[in-house]
């Protein structure tokens, strides 16, 4: 099989994670194309619970491929730049084959499940497991070690501890050259944010590059702490494995 000489990125991330600030990264490169969440409205049409609580559903389903096939194919075919990143969640990805994914150059994104879950839980009040995606970040890690597939993955607060360092060693997994226009942006909306942004992408609006790691202050809501609990164990596999 001839080799793809584009490099197609697939971020998988969970939500309130870093993933749109590196979407807005990848953005600043002359030579790359960004997708925002091309599998959401997939999700959606086939999740009734989930489309039922997250804002802006309809409008997600109605302006959006809702056949996750075809929006794979899109993915393994679009041709418009040398590199492509699409972000992805991977609560996106149930009933499909991950056999895609050797055709991906795959990142793992993963967030302190007690960082995570406040901020989420600030637009989805009473999430469950299946929307915060840490179980399905291992499964697709067990998935792609046994097919051999390499993959790497990021630490949300190693990621704005030292940014420049990590984007670096990123680019490096990925094989491309680092940039330094891939640290900072201008403010504001990007024409590939996805419609739900009015929802969750206040703080990327307002930034002009990765901001600085912050600890949070205010006490753990009681009524998170078992998901924490069961989230845990998936978020210290990840871990112990990050760049």
């Not at 997600?60 to 056949?67: F, K, P, Q, V, W």
């Not at 915060?132 to 993959?151: A, F, M, N, R, T």
């Not at 942006?185 to 002009?208: K, L, M």
Request: aromatic letters at 12%; hydrophobic letters at 35%.
């Amino acid at each position: 099989m001839k080799q793809d000489p584009i490099k197609r990125i697939s971020l998988w991330s969970g939500p309130r994670n870093i993933s749109t600030t590196l979407m807005y990264s990848f953005a600043q490169r002359s030579d790359t194309k960004v997708f925002d969440e091309p599998l959401y409205a997939y999700y959606l049409n086939n999740n009734e619970a989930a489309k039922a609580y997250h804002p802006g559903a309809e409008n997600i389903l109605n302006s959006m491929e809702t056949d996750g096939e075809k929006v794979i194919n899109t993915m393994l075919t679009e041709t418009t730049k040398p590199v492509l990143f699409f972000k992805n969640m991977t609560h996106h990805l149930p009933g499909l084959n991950y056999g895609f994914l050797k055709h991906m150059v795959n990142i793992i994104l993963t967030r302190h499940p007690k960082e995570m879950l406040p901020s989420y839980a600030k637009v989805i009040s009473n999430p469950h497991m299946h929307d915060v995606g840490y179980k399905l970040h291992v499964e697709v890690l067990q998935y792609l070690q046994s097919q051999d597939i390499p993959v790497v993955i990021l630490d949300a607060k190693k990621v704005l501890l030292n940014p420049k360092e990590q984007m670096r060693k990123l680019c490096e997994f990925i094989g491309i050259p680092f940039e330094e226009s891939m640290l900072s942006w201008i403010a504001g909306a990007r024409p590939e944010d996805g419609c739900w942004s009015q929802y969750w992408y206040a703080n990327v609006h307002g930034s002009t590059g990765f901001l600085p790691y912050q600890l949070k202050a205010e006490p753990f809501p009681e009524h998170l702490k078992p998901l924490l609990e069961a989230c845990l164990p998936y978020y210290e596999e990840l871990g112990r494995l990050a760049l």
